[in-house]
Every structure is written in structure tokens, then in C-alpha cells.
């Protein structure tokens, strides 16, 4: 391992996890914009406890692939001290398995506890005694403020270095406004960082608006979802950019790093919003490859010569593994 610092949580903004859009050219896009944080989206240990770590030569990334050949991780040096993997795990014993399998290209790896179980404490202290870099968790609050002080406090026992917390209940929807008191008194109640998650319907629209939403929780750390899904500029000191130019640097990243076609279809979709149905989201809903969709923003050059780049260098490669 590099010797840097180990990521800390304090002071911080963050890409949330998110399935489906926390692919690797969502969270370069949110690293460009100034996040200092990115959280990959939820991987299942089941699934990833049968890949292979592979080195992607031509793309220069690491590759946690599936034995079906799908890519289940992807990863580059860039986002190295930055990106929290994200687990979705009920067994102690796997979560540690797939927690080692990764720990030398991550910078911290996080449970997700929506829903915390009595088993769910077990596992943070197994990942905690068995990694050599930091376990953080991401729950939602609970009925009472009193059962959620509780739990972030037996967490917190766990050696975990931060707490994300969305301010939701198990049962209420993204649209319902977000419980900062609950927050608040978790940031009260515990002395590791508390990273407030759960403003993007109504708390946060600007990038100003962030450090409101941290101020209101008390936490010290905020991480956003959807307000950076829809527009990641938002992680930026400067103004919002229009999302087409945004729109347009996520592609570049889906194209560099030979994004799945279909995710990168999705997360255009998301960016889109009510714009979906717009003769551009039109195009992009009927595009079936990276080649298509480039057409659709007009990138064809670029993905042209993204591709001749990539056919140069394996063949650069081939040569060079030749006897
Ligand atoms: C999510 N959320 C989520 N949470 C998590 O812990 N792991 C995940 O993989 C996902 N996946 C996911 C996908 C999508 C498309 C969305 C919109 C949300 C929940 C997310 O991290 C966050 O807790 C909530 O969206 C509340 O934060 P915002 O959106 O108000 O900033």
C-alpha cells in the first residue's frame, strides 16, 4: 500500500452510494467537481466474493470481474485514496473475504446498514480488525431518536471511522423531507465523524446549500445522491453548469473507461430528468451501444479516437509480451 494518510471523514463532501450510478465514470466526474469523497455503488459480497482482480492494461484500470466476464468493480489510480466500496453483506465471514479482496485498491470500505440487523455490528467489528484501512457504515434513522442514538452508539464501539446517516425511516419515500433533528442528534451523540445524508429533495440545490445542510444537522460531513446524480457540478465551488456540458464529461469518462453501454444509458437518463422524452433522450432511450450514444452528443470523434488509442496500445501490448 502507498504510504499516504488514511482518508479521514471529517469535513468532507461525498458522492453517495448508488446503484447503478456510482460507476467509475460517475465518481471521476464527481472527483473533477470537487468531491472529495466517492462512494461506489452497492456491491453484493455474494457476488463479489467470486471475482478475480484483474489488471485492465489497456485501460489502466483494475477490473473486479465476474465469472460470467462481467465487470463488477472498476477502478483506476485517480479516485485510489477517494473511493469507499460499498458492500451489501449479511455474513461476517464473507464480508471480510470481499473486503480483503479489495482493500489494496480502495481507500475504506463501508457497509450498508439500511435496515441494521443484531448481525450488523458483528460484521463492522470482524472488517474493523481485519483490514488495514478504515470501515465506515450508512444507516437510516430509526423510530425513535432514542433507538437511533443507541445504534450509532453500539456502532460506534465497533472502531467504525464514520457514520454516514440518511435522515429517512425505514418506510418513508426520497420525496418526504428530511429529519435533521434525528441527525443532529447523532452528531451530538458520538465522537467520529457524522456524514448527514437525505437533503437533496428540498435542502440542497446550490453548492452553497451544502454547507447549510451541514450547519442544520450539526454533522460534519455531507453526502449527497440524487442533487449530484442530476447535476454532479454541484460538488463545485463554482456556479452549477448547465447539465448538458455535464452530460457531456460524463460521457467522455463512460467512453475512456469502456463503460456497459446500458449503465451509461441509465445515468444520461437520470441526468436528463424531464428532458427524457426530448429529441436528444429520445436518441440516447434508442441508443444500444457507447458508439451510438456518442452520436447522440455529438462525440462520435472523440469515441473514434478513444477507440484507436485503446487498439494501439493493445496491440503495443501484444508486441511487447512476444518472446
Ligand atoms: C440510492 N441509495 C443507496 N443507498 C445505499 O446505501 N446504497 C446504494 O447502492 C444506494 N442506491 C441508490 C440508487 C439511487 C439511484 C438513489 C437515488 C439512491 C440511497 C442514497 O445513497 C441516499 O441515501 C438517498 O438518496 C438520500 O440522499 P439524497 O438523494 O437526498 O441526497
Redesign the pocket.
Given at each position: 500500500m502507498m504510504a499516504v494518510g488514511r482518508l479521514t471523514f471529517s469535513n468532507i463532501t461525498a458522492l453517495?452510494?448508488?446503484?447503478?450510478?456510482?460507476t467509475l465514470p460517475m465518481r471521476l466526474l464527481a472527483l473533477d467537481y470537487g468531491a472529495d469523497v466517492v462512494y461506489c455503488?452497492?456491491l453484493i459480497d455474494i457476488k463479489m466474493a467470486q471475482c478475480q482482480r484483474v489488471l485492465n492494461e489497456v485501460l489502466e484500470t483494475v477490473d473486479f470481474v465476474a465469472p460470467d466476464d462481467r465487470v463488477m468493480f472498476r477502478t483506476c489510480e485517480r479516485e485510489r485514496d477517494r473511493v469507499v466500496f460499498?458492500m451489501g453483506t449479511a455474513d461476517p465471514d464473507r464480508a471480510l473475504t470481499v473486503a480483503q479482496l479489495v482493500e489494496k485498491d480502495v481507500a475504506a470500505i463501508d457497509v450498508?446498514m439500511?435496515c441494521p440487523k443484531e448481525y450488523s455490528t458483528k460484521i463492522l467489528k470482524k472488517l474493523v480488525t481485519g483490514v488495514s484501512i478504515p470501515v465506515t457504515c450508512?444507516i437510516r434513522i430509526l423510530p425513535t431518536m432514542e433507538e437511533t442514538v443507541n445504534l450509532v452508539q453500539k456502532i460506534e464501539k465497533t472502531g467504525v471511522a464514520a457514520i454516514a446517516v440518511?435522515g429517512?425511516f425505514k418506510e418513508e419515500r426520497?420525496r418526504h423531507p428530511?429529519h435533521c433533528d434525528y441527525i443532529q442528534a447523532v452528531a451530538q451523540a458520538v465522537s467520529i465523524p457524522v456524514i448527514a445524508?437525505?437533503?437533496?429533495?428540498d435542502l440542497?440545490k446550490t453548492n452553497a446549500d451544502i454547507d447549510e445542510f451541514r450547519k442544520l444537522t450539526g454533522a460534519s460531513s455531507v453526502?449527497?445522491?440524487?442533487?449530484?446524480?442530476w447535476n454532479a457540478s454541484i460538488f463545485s465551488k463554482q456556479e452549477l453548469l448547465p447539465v448538458e456540458k455535464v452530460m457531456e464529461e460524463y460521457l467522455k469518462y463512460a467512453i475512456r473507461y469502456d463503460n456497459n453501454a446500458f449503465n451509461t444509458k441509465y445515468c444520461l437518463c437520470?441526468m436528463l430528468r424531464d428532458k427524457v422524452e426530448s429529441p436528444l433522450g429520445k436518441q440516447v432511450q434508442a441508443a444500444q451501444t457507447n458508439a451510438e450514444i456518442s452520436e447522440a452528443y455529438g462525440l462520435q470523434e472523440f469515441y473514434q479516437h478513444t477507440q484507436e488509442q485503446q487498439q494501439a496500445k493493445r496491440d503495443s501490448l501484444q508486441t511487447s509480451s512476444q518472446p
Open positions: 453517495a452510494p448508488m446503484v447503478r450510478v456510482g455503488e452497492e460499498q450498508n439500511g450508512k440518511h429517512r426520497p428530511v445524508n437525505g437533503g437533496s429533495s440542497v453526502m449527497l445522491a440524487r442533487a449530484a446524480m437520470q
